[in-house]
T-cell receptor, first 114, second 111 residues
Framework: DGGITQSPKYLFRKEGQNVTLSCEQN?????MYWYRQDPGQGLRLIYY???????QKGDIAEGYSVSREKKESFPLTVTSAQKNPTAFYLC?????????????FGPGTRLTVL | GNSVTQMEGPVTLSEEAFLTINCTYT??????LFWYVQYPGEGLQLLLK???ADDKGSNKGFEATYRKETTSFHLEKGSVQVSDSAVYFC??????????WGAGTKLIIKP
């Protein structure tokens, strides 16, 4: 069964702690993405990667970091520098990252900072 | 810069009503256009897409036509069901291959 998995579904963090969100895909897609979704707003791009060992900042990368050591994995770390990290985080992948590509989404992780 | 504007929700309809959710965009060139749907408690799913002017995307009874002259990609369905209740997002793919999203429109269908 091909798809994108994100874990955990819910995550609680104390202020000042770093936390890592997992994203795995078995679709053999080259490109992967992290988005943040806040209530009443569209998705905003945090980071994206079009190939292993390479990634670029999106519109709201400050306070976040990523790695892409394997094609199927693109973990996102929310650092203590992120001022307002409580949000719903969505991971996506696409075959090549081109202009007509469809992005496929995972089920999301809801992060709450206590 | 590139942007997507959707009609504000929530949109509340009775079952079997006709649905239109407006979406207009601002972009350079001719971006690909997408509608995604988010059912309660779930991630996003692609509903339909169109990659060039005058293309019509369709899926599950939903349709949208890429109108270059009005820079629009309105979502329509002839007869909605309770199971269509969800949040609908319009998006465009910019020249850097990044999706630019509208704010989403919540659709509520009453039996």
């Amino acid at each position: 069964d091909g798809g994108i998995t994100q874990s955990p579904k819910y995550l609680f963090r104390k202020e000042g702690q770093n936390v890592t969100l997992s994203c795995e895909q078995n679709l053999n897609h080259d490109a992967m993405y992290w988005y943040r979704q806040d209530p009443g707003q569209g998705l905003r791009l945090i980071y994206y990667s079009q190939i292993v060992n390479d990634f670029q900042k999106g519109d709201i990368a400050e306070g976040y970091s990523v790695s892409r050591e394997k094609k199927e994995s693109f973990p996102l770390t929310v650092t203590s520098a992120q001022k307002n990290p409580t949000a719903f985080y969505l991971c996506a992948s696409s075959m090549e990252g081109t202009s007509t590509d469809t992005q496929y989404f995972g089920p999301g992780t809801r992060l709450t900072v206590l | 810069g590139n942007s997507v504007t959707q009609m504000e929700g929530p949109v509340t309809l009775s079952e079997e009503a006709f649905l239109t959710i407006n979406c207009t965009y601002t972009a350079t060139g001719y971006p690909s256009l997408f509608w995604y749907v988010q059912y309660p408690g779930e991630g996003l799913q692609l509903l339909l897409k169109a990659t060039k002017a005058d293309d019509k995307g369709s899926n599950k009874g939903f349709e949208a036509t890429y109108r270059k002259e009005t820079t629009s990609f309105h979502l329509e369905k002839g007869s909605v069901q309770v199971s269509d209740s969800a949040v609908y997002f319009c998006a465009l793919m910019d020249s850097n291959y990044q999706l630019i999203w509208g704010a989403g429109t919540k659709l509520i269908i009453k039996p």
